[in-house]
Each structure stands twice: as C-alpha cells, then as structure tokens.
C-alpha cells in the first residue's frame, strides 16, 4: 500500500483540552509518524505519515464527533492536505 503525508488544521476548541495527547495516542495505534502541534490562532496542526489507509482513518476520528472516539475537545472544522511521506519517525506533541 502506498504510503501518504497528510497536514491538518484543526479548528475548534481543541487546545488545552488533551486534544494533542489524544491525536498522538490515536496516530501511534495506528503506526503513524509525525506529530501534534498548538498554533497561536487556536488551532492544533496534525502532520501524519505512514501506510495510506492509516493516515485517512487518523482523518476520519479527527472528524468525528467526540461520543463515537472519546476525542476530547471540539472540532467545528478540519482542513486536510495530502503528500508525499518526508520520513517521519516517531510521533511529537509539540
């Protein structure tokens, strides 16, 4: 499977919340690279690459609303950009 690079912003109440912890969590489950990072606007940026599939699921539960994920927080929006892997290793809150 090929393996893709995606770069989210994620809009809402998502700073102070466990939200980076959470993402990092899901992202390692899921054998990702990358990490989670506060913006000065509010927003949280996720940069996550690995195995395709992978990568859309951590997409997926960052949309979702908190009762079916357990994410904490609250998404109002997340903007999603694809790419090529740059090797990431590991996965950072920042």
Same mark, same amino acid.
């Given at each position: 499977m090929a393996e893709?690079?995606?770069?989210?912003?994620?809009?809402?109440?998502?700073?102070?919340?466990?939200?980076?912890?959470?993402?990092?969590?899901? %992202?390692?489950?899921?054998?990702?690279?990358?990490? %989670?990072?506060?913006?000065?606007?509010?927003?949280?940026?996720?940069? %996550?690459e690995g195995e395709q599939?992978?990568?859309?699921?951590?997409?997926?539960?960052?949309?979702?609303?908190?009762?079916?994920?357990?994410?904490?927080?609250?998404?109002?929006?997340?903007?999603?950009?694809?790419? %090529?892997?740059?090797?990431?290793?590991?996965?950072?809150?920042?």
């Open positions: 893709k690079r995606m770069t989210a912003h994620v809009h809402g109440e998502v700073q102070g919340v466990g939200f980076r912890w959470w993402t990092r969590s899901r %992202a390692l489950e899921l054998g990702l690279a990358g990490y %989670a990072k506060n913006l000065a606007d509010g927003r949280v940026e996720v940069v %996550a599939g992978g990568v859309e699921k951590l997409e997926k539960l960052l949309r979702e609303t908190p009762s079916g994920s357990g994410r904490p927080g609250r998404v109002d929006h997340v903007q999603a950009q694809y790419s %090529a892997p740059k090797g990431a290793v590991g996965f950072d809150e920042r």
